[in-house]
């Protein structure tokens, strides 16, 4: 049964100290027990510093090791409290914003917790999207305009894939790929799509391989200039969307080096919109921050990158 807090009172009244939180995320990495990593044993026994000896092997694990909370400096109740204010708030939030609630010094520190964060938002070997899929890509950040058809001067190409379930719009997947040539949009279709759907999409000759990989194609329009927003709504609903999310949750800063945890964030949201609990939507993102491996600040910012946004 799904364990979590229903408002911001409950969680810091139960979550008020690390042990309390490494309760839970032990709860939520072994639900049926211990096991350990090396040698599969489903015994061991916690030592006074906090670690899991594991009764077979002795070798010894902390239940943050191999999560986002791998190596961090921050307590666990804040990053519980963190948690919240990100699924609490429909539209996203600034690293401003999160050091503001928290009250913590650091920016960078803030900053560098809600990429952690955006990067478990994409659970580790998640289904495919199934049945029919629309997809086209689309054009986002940079300065301005560049030419026009497929091909935008200084900004970032998005894949998008929405399943069509009736007249409603299902799961989606968005993917940051370099190019529309078939050489990245077949990856990025059977990366998002299971093989066997019915794939539809406009004429743009970059598809024209998905039929090799096992899709039945389906071309709803030959011009992809025209009527791509009526024939493919589902595609173009959710592109509107991820602009004026961009727009106005991220002012439209999205640089190239971080666009894919934004990407992350969105689908979250998307796919977990009809959710009535905050509380559930926590609970959702602690059960993939510890199947979500670490990345550490290295791995996040780019050498000489600016943090910002």
Known sequence: MDDYPTSMAALEKRFATQDACLNYLAGLRWPSGYVCPRCGAIK?????????????????????????????????PTWFRAMWHVCANKNGMSAQNLQRLLGIRSYNTAWLCLHKLRRAMVRPGRECLSGIVEADETYVGGPKEGKSGRGAFGKQIVFIAAEVRGRKTGRIRLSHIPGVSGAMLVPAVSEAVTAGATLRTDGWKGYNGVTAGGYKREVAVENADELADIVLP?????????????????????????????????????????????????????????????NPRSKIVPPQDVVAG
């Open 234 to 294: 589902k595609c173009h609903l959710v592109i509107s969307l991820l602009k004026r999310w961009i727009l106005g949750a991220l002012q439209g800063n999205v640089g190239k080096d971080h666009l894919q945890d934004y990407l992350n964030e969105f689908t979250f949201r998307f796919n977990r919109r009809n959710s009535k609990s905050r509380g559930l939507l926590f609970y959702r993102l602690a059960q993939l921050a510890v199947v979500t491996a670490p």
């Open 44 to 76: 061991g026994w916690e030592m006074e510093n906090g670690r899991i000896l594991c009764a077979g092997c002795r070798h010894q694990q902390s239940v943050i090791a191999d999560t986002v909370f791998q190596d961090t400096h921050m307590p666990l």
